[in-house]
């Protein structure tokens, strides 16, 4: 039988479990394109502009930012509920770990935006 840990919730740890099987699809592909589709790999900071052009590469490799950084912090949160805190503890606890996530992802997504603008402007 399937069990979740209390105060985790069946929607947040289901998320957890679909999120890491989209993590490692994505990591298999990025590793895959990235080090044995490239001839020779993605070597050179130019390489991996003019890869970043590709319209579906931002877009993968955004999701398998936005996937880790979830996945990451309610593993996290997982690993803290063990501690058994407080309900105030862990309100704190979810206010910084949203906080630190939507942190996280906007500089991730900010600094692959900046890629793909670098990479076109080289077209």
Not at 54 to 75: C, D, K, R, T, Y
């Amino acid at each position: 039988m399937i069990t979740t840990k209390p105060n985790e919730g069946y929607a947040l740890w289901l998320y957890k479990i679909i999120a890491g099987c989209f993590i490692f699809v994505l990591l298999v592909i990025h590793l895959i394109v990235n080090h044995l589709v490239a001839p020779g790999g993605l070597l050179t900071y130019m390489d991996v502009l003019q890869y970043y052009t590709i319209p579906i590469v931002p877009i993968m490799e955004i999701a398998f930012l936005l996937f880790a950084v979830s996945h990451s912090l309610i593993g996290i949160r997982s690993i803290i509920l063990d501690l058994n805190p407080t309900i105030s503890v862990l309100r704190y606890l979810d206010w910084f770990l949203i906080v630190l996530g939507i942190g996280a992802s906007v500089y991730g997504i900010w600094l692959v935006l900046v890629l793909v603008s670098r990479g076109l402007s080289l077209s």
